[in-house]
Nanobody
Framework: QLELVESGGGLVQPGGSLTLSCAGS????????IGWFRQAPGKEREGISC???????YYADSVKGRITISRDKGKNMVSLQIHSLKTEDTAVYYC???????????????WGQGTQVTVSS
């Protein structure tokens, strides 16, 4: 049974950067497509980035150019770097694992518990 744990969230000032991590246990993340989603208060969950098991990446228009998704196979981890943070990036960020890389949340079988990112001065 694959388990996912996100980390790296916190309070950051506008314009700042941070790196979120999604650590896998119970199975290797290499076998899965990994997606990053976020959900702001009162809003629907939004897919922002995903990476296929073969390394193809995809970014939502809302964050394109400001984020980078990557795999660290040695650590069984997928990272999400976010730059030039804006107040509207404030949300709980989730990683998910599934069989295909997509922004459709229902396509993912495993989810982490989420990590809070707050962008505020």
């Amino acid at each position: 049974q694959l388990e996912l744990v996100e980390s790296g969230g916190g309070l950051v000032q506008p314009g700042g950067s941070l790196t979120l991590s999604c650590a896998g246990s119970g199975n290797t993340l290499d076998y899965y497509a990994i997606g990053w989603f976020r959900q702001a208060p009162g809003k629907e969950r939004e897919g922002i980035s995903c990476i296929s098991y073969g390394g193809n990446t995809y970014y939502a228009d809302s964050v394109k150019g400001r984020i980078t998704i990557s795999r660290d196979k040695g650590k069984n981890m997928v990272s999400l770097q976010i730059h030039s943070l804006k107040t509207e990036d404030t949300a709980v960020y989730y990683c998910a694992a599934g069989g295909r890389y997509t922004f459709t949340a229902t396509a993912y079988d495993y989810w982490g518990q989420g990590t809070q990112v707050t962008v505020s001065s």
